[in-house]
């Protein structure tokens, strides 16, 4: 059963008019703050609107905020003093991801069912054991939970069954069976699987277990089909023609860019490196002179590796935490003995030492706003704490750890201080990829042999 445009109930949404009455401005400072209880100058922008209930003038609000682990939204809700009707949306506040991204949660518990969820207009959502699916663009983006989308399709279900009683009383009828198993699934009386497929890749799905590894939850991305390119308004680009092959070891390039801060015009820096005893690296980096804000980014300079690789660094000695490391996008983090799994993409390629990156870990569990103010747990906050304390020991060389590198693309690196002979203390293994691994990284369906049989001659 599928749940189409009826699943947004009342009139259409609000839009903006013309009024004399002024808005009132967000707090000074970053455009998109984090979301804290702490932080009392966050505040919506309040525009004067039409409302298209009633057409008399209602509020619209606007919140510029960061979901953490994620990226910037913007939220609106709209509300009409006059008739009572309200609205709420969000809308993604940057551009469309390079890859479409698929949520799949296995709800075990009533806890999985307070998951704050991120659905754009664009994302597909389906519930296999119910044969049950929400199409995209039938409903407008919105910043909700499991239950509430659930809650949401109720309602966009519920709102026609007076009509459909009165005229087809046994599709009503079957409408009403539907509706009592949607609502049995908010007691979580049996597992159920949600699945978000959003080609944009600007749905999420929240894991209260950050920065560890949740299992109920696999988040797959993938490479848009033509047909999802279509549906996202995006065309395909026209070949470019093959320029001349050039000696760019010697030279940094500079292109023109906006800052991913402020949106001023910037230049970044590219340039091509050779890693002794590895391979090459393209090192990218942005400074903007407006904001100060400063990004670098690295991309394998060569193909995907025939096999994956994984390098094990046993941390004994203060002295490790120099060593080069190379972390690419497709690279996975882990540490045993805390228990911790950086996933794929997670803090980008990078090009830094192994106390850098287990710096830029930390900051980046430390500064989770949902560990902070009113709304924080108070044993998820120990845990982080905890976690921050042990990381700050192994920088400090008092706690002997493994650090696992993970990367099925073999595009990833570790210093071997003892090159060429082996390293006593680093164990490098490569290994055949999974098929699950081969179709992240969108090598099944490629053809790279035979791929011109069949093609007609052109003359």
Not at 225 to 231: A, D, H, K, R, V
Request: with cysteine; proline share 7%.
């Amino acid at each position: 059963m599928a749940a189409d445009g009826a699943v947004e109930p009342g009139p259409p949404a609000a839009v903006a008019a013309p009024s004399s009455a002024p808005a009132r401005a967000p707090a000074s400072g970053r455009l998109f703050r984090p979301i804290s209880a702490e932080d009392e100058e966050q505040q919506p922008t309040e525009i004067e609107s039409l409302c298209m209930n009633c057409f008399r003038n209602g509020m619209t609000r606007l919140l510029l905020t960061k979901i953490p682990f994620f990226r910037e939204i913007i939220v609106s809700s709209f509300s009409c003093e006059h008739c009572g009707w309200d609205n709420t949306e969000i809308q993604s506040a940057g551009r469309i991801q390079d890859q479409g991204v698929r949520y799949t949660l296995t709800v075990r518990t009533p806890e999985d069912m307070n998951r704050e969820v991120v659905k754009t207009d664009s994302a597909t959502t389906r519930i296999p054991e119910l044969d049950f699916e929400i199409p995209a663009f039938s409903q407008k983006g919105a910043l909700t939970t499991v239950e509430g989308l659930i809650s949401r399709a109720v309602s966009g279900l519920e709102q026609d069954q007076p009509t459909r009683r009165a005229n087809e009383d046994a599709i009503a009828e079957r409408i009403d069976e539907f509706i009592v198993k949607l609502k049995e699934l908010k007691q979580v009386a049996s597992p159920f699987t949600l699945i978000i497929d959003d080609p944009s890749g600007n749905s999420f799905v929240e894991n209260p277990h950050a920065p560890r590894k949740d299992d109920a939850l696999v988040i797959t991305h993938y490479n848009r089909t033509l047909q999802q390119e279509e549906m996202l308004g995006l065309q395909a680009e026209a070949p470019e023609e093959k320029p001349e092959e050039e000696d760019l070891r010697n030279e940094v390039l500079q292109f023109n860019t906006n800052c991913p801060e402020c949106n001023a015009p910037a230049q970044t820096n590219m340039k091509l490196v050779q890693i002794p005893h590895f391979k090459e690296v393209i090192i990218m980096a942005t400074n903007c002179e407006n904001c100060g804000h400063r990004t670098n980014e690295v991309k394998s300079g060569g193909a995907v590796e025939p096999l994956g690789t994984r390098i094990t660094l046993h941390i004994t000695d203060p002295s490790d935490m120099t060593r080069d490391l190379l972390k690419s996008e497709t690279c996975s983090v882990e540490i045993p003995e805390l228990e911790f799994e950086l996933g794929m993409a997670v803090l980008g390629g990078k090009f830094t030492t192994l106390e850098g990156l287990l710096k830029d870990i930390r900051e980046l569990v430390t500064k989770n706003p949902f560990t902070l103010g009113d709304s924080s747990n108070p044993g998820h906050t120990e845990k982080l704490q905890e976690f921050s304390q042990k990381l700050d020991q192994i920088l400090e060389g008092n706690l002997k750890v493994h650090f696992v590198m993970n990367d099925p693309a073999g595009n990833s690196y570790l210093q071997n201080v003892y090159a060429p002979e082996d390293d006593p203390e680093m164990k490098v293994e490569r290994y055949k990829r999974t098929f699950d691994q081969n179709e992240e990284l969108g090598l099944n369906d490629m053809k790279t042999e035979g791929y011109e049989t069949g093609l007609a001659p052109q003359r």
